[in-house]
């Protein structure tokens, strides 16, 4: 896992939206990534719109708030923050930030009149959510000494973004909100956010497994990136499983046909006697695995025709913890993500 398929040109990208089907280890490679992306001083944000509070579980933390605040250190020194960014909080940080209306926003939100909003409007949401994080990546901090122009406060931000189901709903509704309202602080931000999502300073990431069902989501959700003019980044292959059977063997290896005798014979060469259901047993699991490793190699030719860059991460044996989350950004990086 040497090659580094991380394409060059990703290294303009300033938003990392990770998305994938549900079930495939979505947020927890937009951690990865997130850590990789930081490591060597440099600082990244994780952001979450699902309200699942994914992240704080990743990183054995607290729920996270409607705040930055640090959630891991990275490599050689580099730091992740996380954020929770909640509808309802950020449409009272719109109000007061655009309208100065906070106590007036306060009042509505007792009067229940946010959520009514967004229910009456339901892109309305999407807005507010994608707004949020188009703010978070333009925040610059201090001056860049050397040619007096601000510099931004994170290196990257990463999107722990909705499934594939609909991440292109997600974030091609600011365009439609943004025709709703012809002028002011709404079509100004919806400007902003559109600009930003449909530039080479955003990356689609699509998490899945070499089965057909996230292949096929993935493929389509390929498609429909493109049509929508938003882009693509890589394809990244999550818990891959190794192959303990030589490619020329698969074949014979899937039938059965004369597996169990070979397999006694081969056993008892060993000095290995076993009784006919252990053997039998053996040979089930073969022809299993056999034909999981040939589905999996029809899948991958599939992505291999979308021709995006792919990076694997192999499937942790002990499941996922803080270590596993580490391990999988040093893969990462391994491949090339910097």
């Known amino acids: 896992m040497t090659d580094q398929r991380w394409p060059a040109a990703l290294a303009e990208a300033r938003l990392h939206v990770v998305s994938g ?48 605040q640090r959630i891991a250190v990275a490599p050689d020194g580099g730091e992740v923050r996380g954020l929770s960014v909640d ?3 950020a449409l009272l940080e719109y109000l007061e930030m655009f309208y100065n209306l906070g106590l007036a926003g306060r009042t509505l939100r007792r009067m229940g009149a946010i959520e009514f909003a967004t229910t009456l409007a339901p892109g309305l949401r999407d807005v507010l959510l994608s707004g949020k994080v188009k703010e978070c990546v333009g925040r610059t901090v201090g001056e860049d000494r050397r040619g007096g122009r601000r510099v931004p406060l994170y290196d990257a931000v990463v999107l722990d973004a909705p499934p ?13 909100m943004g ?25 689609i990431h699509l998490v899945t497994q070499l089965e057909d069902l996230p292949v096929q989501e993935t493929l389509d959700t390929v498609d429909e990136l493109v049509e929508a003019g938003l882009p693509t980044g890589a394809v990244l292959i999550n818990r891959i499983r190794p192959s303990r059977l030589p490619a020329t063997a698969l074949t014979g290896a899937a039938t059965g046909a ?7 014979s081969g056993l008892e060469a060993a000095g ?33 025709a979308a021709g995006l860059p792919q990076l694997e ?22 491949q090339g993500v910097r």
Do not use: C, M, W
Request: cysteine-free; charged content about 25%.
């Open 21 to 68: 089907k549900g079930g495939t280890g979505k947020t927890t490679l937009a951690a990865a990534l997130a850590l990789a992306l930081a490591a060597g001083g440099r600082r990244t944000l994780l952001v979450e719109v699902e309200g699942r509070q994914g992240i704080a579980q990743v990183f054995d933390t607290p729920p996270l708030p409607y705040a930055e």
């Open 87 to 89: 509808a309802e909080a």
């Open 164 to 176: 594939t189901g609909r991440i292109v709903k997600f974030l091609d509704v600011t365009k439609a």
């Open 179 to 203: 025709s709703l309202a012809r002028t002011g602080p709404i079509h100004t931000q919806s400007e902003g956010v559109v600009e930003l999502l449909h530039s080479s300073r955003t990356a």
């Open 258 to 264: 004369g597996l169990g005798s070979g397999l006694r």
């Open 272 to 304: 290995l006697f076993l009784k006919d259901e252990e053997v039998d047993g053996l040979v089930s699991e073969t022809v299993e695995h056999a034909e999981r490793v040939q589905i999996e190699s029809a899948v991958r030719s599939r992505l291999n």
């Open 313 to 334: 991460l192999p499937e942790l044996t002990e499941g996922v913890d803080l270590g596993g989350v580490y391990e999988l950004a040093e893969l990462l990086r391994e």
